[in-house]
């Protein structure tokens, strides 16, 4: 995301209704946990007092999804929590948890960056080449059943359905050398 670029609006009416500015519709809590994984920012703001709400719906969402089954919070971080609102850690708590997920992001995108400057990131995995032989020996043998597959059928009449097959065959090759590049 840009960074001049200003968080999504979001507008609570007093019916509780949040309303998305920039599309002029409504929207729920799910839609706004969508924008924000797609890397949108969001501010949600009560339209009569002003008030920025943000802190709490995203707080809200958080507590959805755990309450699903989605369980990102282990109890121990959970009990910390809580224990961090009584007490000296106040104050370093929210830096840390900050920091920590700075980290967090910045080993993800180095993850990133690394598997696609590896040639091809499958081909250490166990079986890998196995599969791979498996999968050319298939597709030669389905090449190799066309020469034959149509003696059942109706002749070519002229040799444009052979320039065809010849071309259908030359693709396939085509498609099995990027396969086997990757």
Do not use: C
């Not at 599969?131 to 020469?147: D, I, P, S």
């Amino acid at each position: 995301m840009a960074e001049d670029e200003k968080p999504l609006l979001i507008k609570r009416y007093a019916s509780r209704r949040l309303y998305n500015t920039e599309t002029s519709d409504y929207v729920t809590l799910e839609d706004i946990a969508k924008f924000i994984r797609d890397g949108r920012e969001v501010q949600i703001v009560d339209l009569k007092s002003g008030d920025d709400l943000t802190r709490q719906y995203l707080l809200q969402i958080v507590a959805e999804h755990e309450s699903r089954g989605e369980n990102v919070l282990p109890v121990d971080v959970l009990t910390d929590l809580v224990r961090s609102y009584t007490g000296a850690a106040q104050s370093v708590v929210p830096q840390f948890l900050a920091a920590s997920f700075e980290m967090l992001r910045e080993g993800h995108s180095h993850m990133l960056e690394n598997m696609n400057k590896m040639p091809n990131p499958m081909a250490s995995m166990p079986g890998f080449e196995a599969l791979q032989a498996q999968q050319q020996a298939f597709l030669q043998n389905m090449m190799a059943g066309w020469g034959t597959a149509g003696s059942s059928g109706p002749a070519p009449d002229d040799g444009d359905d052979r320039g065809e097959l010849d071309s259908i065959k030359k693709q396939l090759a085509d498609l099995q050398s990027k396969l086997n590049k990757m």
